[in-house]
């Protein structure tokens, strides 16, 4: 396999990008954007199929465990490509660092089941940046744990579908302006405003010459939500105006400890919350625009997600496996059946 690498990857070491990059294993693909590109393979059939948990990071507790059996058993029926996770990957304080034993006791101990030794694609969460962030990227977790991949903003490429990683945590004035009791490590992003500049121009590149037939947006997080962090006015002033642009299908997210669909009265673009991977917020709901808001459910969970060129199919399951929620787009008539 021949490598080529951008200039400029992440602001985290280069060497261990580097070595990152090349013992992962996939296809890095050249493009004159900022993001790094990474390949996935569709099944013979021309389609894909993976699970998408968020904020589940809790040593098995929360029932973070009997989640994963169940994402195990709907692993196994769907034969899943691959996992996303939305953020929030370690509570509370992320690593604190490469040999921190939580990456075992909240990661490698709980998803053992044989569905879910899938390459797992993650984004960075608030609670990631309280603790060592570059832990996290580091190609040391890798050689711990072969499913392991995290950088801070990238692009997955499936043939007909783009999936755009995008890091949201610095869109949020509060952590540096208030940050409480918190501390957060900002190696990487300062200066903050060159930071999120590069990264919405490179967005934006990237989502330009996307060709693929559907496109998936994913941060930790909100943008629209009912839940109990709302709307992040800093991504829906910044991030919204792009993906719109650029007939982005869906935004997805966790942070919000629930699962949720929330629609757009004006465009296409769907807000898809998954936080439910471990600790959830019962009654935490804001009231929403009913016309928008098309599932809601303050418990524990994830979802699933199958696609080919034609229509793509969610799922939506709570801790016991059951079914809360289905749905699915059609690219050819725009059309959302439940």
């Known amino acids: 396999m021949k490598a080529f690498f951008p200039k400029k990857i992440i602001t985290m070491n280069f060497q261990y990008v580097i070595i990152f990059l090349v013992s992962f294993g996939f296809c890095f693909l050249v493009s004159c954007a900022e993001f790094p590109y990474f390949n996935q393979s569709l099944k013979d059939d021309g389609s894909l199929s993976f699970l998408v948990i968020g904020d589940w990071g809790r040593k098995g507790l929360y ?16 034969k899943i490509d691959f996992v996303i996770s939305s953020g929030d990957n370690f509570y509370e304080d992320g690593l604190n660092g490469v040999n921190d034993p939580t990456f075992q006791h909240s990661f490698t101990n709980i998803y053992k089941a044989p569905s879910l ?47 755009f990683f ?12 208030n940050p409480k009791e918190h501390t957060y490590d900002w190696r990487g992003v300062l200066p903050k405003d060159k930071y999120l500049n590069d ?8 989502l330009s010459k996307s060709t693929a037939k559907w496109k998936m947006v994913i941060g930790h997080h909100t ?32 942070h919000d400890h629930c699962l949720q669909r929330i629609g757009s009265i004006d465009s296409k673009l769907e807000f898809l919350t998954s936080g439910g991977g471990s600790k959830a917020w019962r009654g935490d709901v804001k009231g929403w625009n009913p016309t928008e808001l098309k599932f809601y459910y303050d418990g524990q969970g994830f979802i699933s997600i199958k696609l080919n060129q034609k229509e793509v199919e969610f799922v939506y399951y709570d801790v016991f496996g059951n079914v809360l929620h289905k749905f699915s787009v059609s690219k050819d008539s725009c059309v959302s059946s439940q």
């Not at 009997?66 to 195990?72: H, N, R, T, V």
């Not at 990264?199 to 990237?206: F, G, S, V």
């Not at 991030?239 to 869906?250: G, S």
């Open 223 to 254: 943008i629209k939500s009912a839940g109990h962090h709302g709307i992040i006015t800093e991504l829906a002033q910044q991030l919204v105006p792009i993906l719109e642009e650029h007939d982005v299908d869906f935004y997805i997210n966790g």
């Open 117 to 163: 030794q899938k390459t797992w694609y993650n984004v960075l969460g608030n609670h990631d940046y309280r603790g060592d962030v570059e832990a996290q990227l580091s190609p040391i977790l890798r050689e711990k744990d072969k499913r392991w991949f995290c950088l801070r903003s990238y692009v997955l490429h499936a043939e007909i579908v783009d999936f």
């Open 199 to 206: 990264l919405l121009k490179d967005l934006d590149l990237a």
């Open 63 to 78: 029932n973070q465990s009997e989640l994963a059996f169940q994402m195990g058993e709907i692993g196994e029926k769907l």
């Open 166 to 177: 995008i890091d949201t945590t610095p869109f949020v004035d509060d952590y540096f302006t």
